[in-house]
């Protein structure tokens, strides 16, 4: 099993900046993407951006120029620093892993796509 872990979310006013961080662990292979996605009350959760294992990056226009992925492959890890905030980007934030890894000598070695539980990210105006 792969477990993804988020931190760093929180209140910032309007204009701020905040990093979030995510870790995924397991018996991990290999990590292809990262990414991460928010979602509002009544809303679909939607894409922020992502990021390869080759780095190259993909980002929602809405964040473009504002937000930064970036990536530890070594460490499983990927950053998300946010920057000139909106109360627009008010949302619970999710971090997403995909990729293969070890599951029971029964099974081997196959895919997988977790989830963090979320983390809260408030701007105030």
């Known amino acids: 099993q792969v477990r993804v872990v988020e931190s760093g979310g929180g209140l910032v006013q309007a204009g701020g900046s905040l990093r979030l961080s995510c870790a995924a662990s397991g018996d991990i292979l290999s990590i292809n993407v990262m990414g991460w996605y928010r979602q509002t009350p009544g809303k679909q959760r939607e894409l922020v951006g992502k990021i390869s294992r080759t780095g190259s990056t993909n980002y929602a226009d809405f964040v473009k120029g504002r937000f930064t992925i970036s990536r530890d492959s070594a460490k499983n890890t990927v950053n998300l620093q946010m920057n000139s905030l909106k109360p627009e980007d008010t949302a619970v934030y999710y971090c997403?892993?995909?990729?293969?890894?070890?599951?029971?000598?029964?099974?081997?070695?196959?895919?997988?796509?977790?989830w963090g539980q979320g983390i809260q990210v408030t701007v105030s105006s």
């Open positions: 997403n892993a995909g990729g293969r890894y070890y599951h029971s000598s029964s099974v081997g070695v196959t895919d997988f796509d977790s």
